[in-house]
């Protein structure tokens, strides 16, 4: 059976979120996309930051992780971009089949 994952990244841009997600939707790398404004409180460099970004959550297939990470990180903004991926571990069989349907090059 499949592992699905939830993968988290984070944006300075609502647009730049917007255009990953959708790259990684029509590319059949991940299932959906859904990005939410956060503030995000972090040390970089020697110094506490506060700034306004975005989520990007993207969920699909374990083995599609690496080929994301390369994507991601290859065009994003930041020098050091959040790259998080979590299991997801219950869910039910329709949306399981859902996920793995999304990630199908000949699925509708």
């Known amino acids: 059976m499949t592992q699905f994952v939830e993968i988290t990244i984070t944006y300075p841009s609502r647009e730049q979120a917007l255009a990953a997600g959708r790259e990684l939707v029509e590319q059949r790398l991940a299932a959906c996309a859904h990005i939410s404004p956060v ?10 930051h506060e700034e306004p970004e975005y989520t990007l959550a993207v969920k699909t297939s374990i083995h599609l992780v690496e080929k ?22 219950d869910m039910s069989r329709e949306y399981r089949q859902w996920l793995q349907q999304s990630l199908t090059a000949d699925s509708g």
Do not use: C, E, M
């Open 39 to 48: 503030t995000s409180i972090y040390r970089w460099q020697g110094a506490v």
């Open 68 to 89: 994301i990470k390369h994507l991601v990180v290859a065009g994003h903004p930041y020098d050091l971009p959040q790259f998080v991926a979590n299991p997801l571990s």
